[in-house]
Nanobody, 114 residues
Framework: QVQLVESGGGLVQVGGSLRLSCTAS????????MAWYRQAPGKQRELVATITSVRITNYADSVKGRFTISRDNVKKMVYLQMNSLKPEDTAVYYC????????WGQGTQVIVSS
């Protein structure tokens, strides 16, 4: 099994930046896709960004040009650099792992205040 722990959420003003981190532990396969999802109050969970083991990335249209996903395969970590934050980015952000199994983190709250 794989366990994920997120960190880095918090309260930030509009236009500010935050960097989320996710640490994976357990039976992490060398080939995997890591992703960030988010869920705003009253809304469905949505995909924010993905990154493969060879660092191919994909982003939701709503965050393109503002968010950057990256990873450190040695440290088994994935990051989400969030710039130019907007109130609509307010959500709980979840780290996701897909390899031979799937795992979710517990989530980290991001609040963008205007």
């Amino acid at each position: 099994q794989v366990q994920l722990v997120e960190s880095g959420g918090g309260l930030v003003q509009v236009g500010g930046s935050l960097r989320l981190s996710c640490t994976a532990s357990g039976s992490v396969s060398s080939l995997n896709i890591m992703a960030w999802y988010r869920q705003a109050p009253g809304k469905q969970r949505e995909l924010v960004a993905t990154i493969t083991s060879v660092r191919i990335t994909n982003y939701a249209d709503s965050v393109k040009g503002r968010f950057t996903i990256s990873r450190d395969n040695v440290k088994k970590m994935v990051y989400l650099q969030m710039n130019s934050l907007k109130p609509e980015d307010t959500a709980v952000y979840y780290c996701n792992y897909k390899g031979y199994s799937e795992a979710w983190g517990q989530g980290t709250q991001v609040i963008v205040s205007s």
